[in-house]
């Protein structure tokens, strides 16, 4: 099937895409695979990855490191818009894929590659989520997705792969399929296909089970720029920093673990087990932070553009005129979401404990039952007459 001469395939070093190379090559008359490995601070080791797509039949080998990006320009506008699909899940695995379709897109484009292709089975979002991703930023673009159509078994792909040289995985391999980058790890497959069965300790690298986290709470300081965390405890920190930082303080208080029934784009329900510690503090506290310097009705209103938002990156919808008109709002809700949130980790919790910025709109002399109140009680009777107007003359007539 000579479907295209020179393809960039996403890489990760695993069976599926190593046997994506001589797959390309030999059943679909691919001319040239360029592998693409994207650095999302997943912790593996990216040199033997890069050689191993080499010994697979790859012409050129290349690792991007794209961690900064990845929290910049995916994660923080993330936290910005309080996201988390089905009011759980803080993106972690579909934030990466928008990056990593835009590095293929921008390597297809250097080397002069006619097509990209990645992966992915026929049942997952991610598929979905480079496809889409890949079309908006380059609709030219052929989109290769072998294991989408060769009906291979695990067995059966490991086979072909030892055809080619491809070395079986020297391990047994872990019953669990599990995606890692420096938002957090998802979790899905083996035992965890029986939503009845509680997830076993083994399968959590992140955070500590309750048992064994510490008998003392501690307390953070988180800061925020614009909706934008930059300190912790009074320090500034860089983006990645900053990430690292919250994970591990936060993960040592077994804060970060989900397990949900989830529903997937392509209409299946799926077990999903995540451990996000630092998007789900950093998300509580920066919703927080915007209930003290929004109005009401900006509060309000923006819950349902951040429902649609999340719905968008889920569903594979990053590089959609949507999204980008729900950013333009989302940022402009920013500009005052300045300040500093004080949270309490202790077993498994993160509680909200105190709040302070510049621009808050929090008035204690309003706010307080005590002898400093400034509020008009006497201008309440007439504001609840008129606010209840239309209720009375809707009784009155029935």
């Not at 992140?206 to 953070?220: G, L, R, S, V, W």
């Not at 989900?258 to 997937?264: G, K, L, S, T, W």
């Amino acid at each position: 099937m000579g479907r295209a001469k020179k393809v960039i395939l996403a890489y990760s070093g695993g069976v599926d895409t190593s046997v994506c190379i001589p797959y390309l090559k030999q059943e679909w008359g691919v001319e040239e695979v360029i592998t693409l490995a994207a650095d999302l601070g997943q912790g593996d080791e990216l040199e033997p990855i890069r050689e191993k797509a080499l010994k697979s039949g790859a012409s050129e080998s290349l690792v991007v490191d794209v961690r900064d990006s990845f929290i910049k320009d995916y994660a923080f506008p993330a936290i910005q818009a309080n996201a988390l699909y089905e009011n759980r899940y803080p993106l972690g695995t579909a934030l990466a894929r928008p990056l990593i379709a835009k590095i293929l897109v921008e390597a297809a484009a250097k080397y002069g590659a006619d097509a990209i292709a990645h992966g992915c089975t026929g049942k997952g979002n991610d598929q979905v989520r480079f496809d889409v991703s890949t079309t908006a930023l380059n609709p030219n673009l052929k989109i290769l997705a072998p294991a989408r159509e060769w009906g291979m078994s695990r067995e059966e792909t490991i086979a072909y792969g030892e055809k080619f040289g491809i070395p079986t995985p020297v391990k047994k391999s872990s019953p669990y399929s599990i995606d890692k980058n420096l938002l957090g790890r998802s979790i899905e497959a083996g035992i965890l296909e029986d939503p009845t069965v509680e997830a076993p300790e083994e399968i959590y690298e992140m955070t500590k089970a309750i048992i064994d986290t510490p008998n003392e709470p501690e307390y953070i300081d988180i800061g925020f720029t614009q909706g934008i965390p930059t300190s912790i405890n009074g320090e500034s920190k860089d983006a990645i920093e900053l990430i690292e930082t919250v994970n591990k303080i936060a993960g040592n208080h077994g804060i970060g673990r989900i397990d949900m029934i989830e529903n997937r784009l392509v209409g299946i329900k799926s077990r999903e087990i995540y451990e996000s510690p630092a998007m789900i503090v950093l998300i509580n506290a920066h919703r927080d932070l915007e209930s003290l310097t929004l109005t009401a009705d900006i509060t309000q209103y923006k819950r349902g553009v951040e429902q649609t938002y999340t719905q968008l990156v889920y569903n594979g919808l990053w590089y959609s005129p949507l999204k980008a008109a729900l950013d333009a709002f989302i940022q402009k809700t920013q500009e005052r979401v300045s300040g500093t949130v004080r949270m309490k980790l202790f077993k498994g919790n993160a509680a909200i404990v105190g709040r302070k910025s510049e621009n808050t709109l929090y008035t204690p002399d309003l706010a307080t039952y005590g002898a400093d109140d400034q509020f008009d009680h006497k201008a309440a009777e007439g504001f609840i007459y008129v606010w209840g107007l239309p209720t009375r003359i809707w009784a009155q007539k029935n």
